[in-house]
């Protein structure tokens, strides 16, 4: 049987380096990862959310121990102009989506510029077989437009190009 895990909170609880990390994390018996990546600052803990360029020279050396990375929280202010990046990525890994969330402080014109952004990056995600999933939080759940949570408001926004990962937690 394989195992899969999200990495923000095994990375942000664990001691160690990163690397120590994911080592650990195989040995326990997990084989599928889903890590945090940023195209630009990092915005969180350095040890959970990785540059993008640290991960492009670490891939093989992940794939080694025995971790496949099957999707990415994406931290990018413009995924439009992170795509030759976000491409790269996708090609090394062989991973098949790529994951995002609902802007915080949601207003309709955030949601719909935002949307905007996700279906452009979508269509072109798509050219290299790769899927742009919406993560929820609590705050978009919370958080009401048009009857409806911000979430399931941008969802809708993005008219199907955009995909849902629920964390039902």
Known sequence: MKFGVQLYGPLNNMQG??????SALAKAGITDIEPCMTTGPIL???DVIWPADWLL??????????????????????LVQSMDKLK???????????????????????????????MKAADMLETFDVRLLL???????QTKIA???AYEH???LCMGKV????DVG
């Not at 993560?135 to 759940?141: K, L, P, Q, T």
């Not at 995909?163 to 629920?166: H, M, P, W």
């Open 17 to 22: 380096e990163v690397l120590e990390k994911l």
């Open 44 to 46: 969180g803990p350095e």
């Open 57 to 78: 020279a670490r891939v093989e050396e992940i794939r080694d121990m025995g971790l496949r990375i099957v999707s990415i929280h994406v931290f990018a202010e413009n």
């Open 88 to 118: 790269a990525i996708a090609e090394k890994t062989g991973l098949k989506q790529f994951v995002v969330k609902t802007p915080e402080n949601s207003t309709e014109s955030i949601l719909q510029q935002t949307a905007l952004n996700y």
């Open 135 to 141: 993560h929820n939080e609590a705050g978009d759940i």
């Open 147 to 149: 009857g409806k949570t």
């Open 154 to 156: 941008l969802l809708d």
């Open 163 to 166: 995909g849902a990962q629920v």
